[in-house]
T-cell receptor, first 114, second 111 residues
């Protein structure tokens, strides 16, 4: 157990639907990062939050949004889902703003869009 | 977009042998990190080397960094079957608050 909790572990949904992925960071970590991993794109950085505020944005689609709550857990919302959104979605956390620290990853949510 | 590229893409060795993986990246970095991923699982942080360091050791792991060549290598000595996994390098440029991962090397250690 890495200390980063992601739920659900698996999600199967239809095209056009909306899902919410949840992440609880390791105790004491203020930064949360979201990554998408697919066979053709590899590990893609989506977005980072630090203590409730958005810090950095990557290749996140407009159909995707995220937030970090006062208790530091984070949610990634994916809407108008397409087949190509099928992937593993990872959440990671780190101490501080992320610079110079290793990340602790959760075990991921496997999203299948049918 | 990927910052780093690992080489080779796949590597198969016998237990007890050493495994070397290389990573090349494109822009200036603050630090470079190596991660391991077992099939379909989360990534595990292995080691971090800062831009002003040239070599770092952790157990059976040895990492080198050559900032002039924008490259790093990860050496796993006396490999074990349990080392079978994908290995990724990741770069932190110190400015954008995001860690960018390479394409990964799939290591298979045969018992």
């Amino acid at each position: 157990d890495s200390g980063v909790t992601q739920t659900p572990k698996h999600l199967i949904t239809a095209t056009g639907q909306r899902v919410t992925l949840r992440c609880s960071p390791r105790s004491g970590d203020l930064s949360v990062y979201w990554y998408q991993q697919s066979l053709d794109q590899g590990l893609q950085f989506l977005i980072q939050y630090y203590n409730g505020e958005e810090r950095a944005k990557g290749n996140i689609l407009e159909r995707f949004s995220a937030q970090q709550f006062p208790d530091l857990h984070s949610e990634l919302n994916l809407s108008s889902l397409e087949l190509g959104d099928s992937a593993l979605y990872f959440c990671a956390s780190s101490a501080g703003g992320g610079r110079g620290y290793g990340y602790t990853f959760g075990s991921g949510t496997r999203l299948t869009v049918v | 977009s990927q910052q780093g590229e690992e080489d080779p893409q796949a590597l198969s060795i016998q237990e007890g042998e050493n495994a070397t993986m290389n990573c090349s990246y494109k822009t200036s970095i603050n630090n470079l990190q190596w991660y391991r991923q077992n099939s379909g699982r989360g990534l595990v942080h292995l080691i971090l080397i800062r831009s002003n360091e040239r070599e770092k050791h952790s157990g059976r792991l040895r990492v080198t960094l050559d900032t002039s060549k924008k490259s790093s290598s990860l050496l796993i000595t006396a490999s074990r079957a349990a080392d079978t996994a994908s290995y990724f390098c990741a770069t932190d440029d110190g400015a954008t608050n995001k860690l960018i991962f390479g394409t990964g090397t799939l290591l298979a250690v045969q018992p």
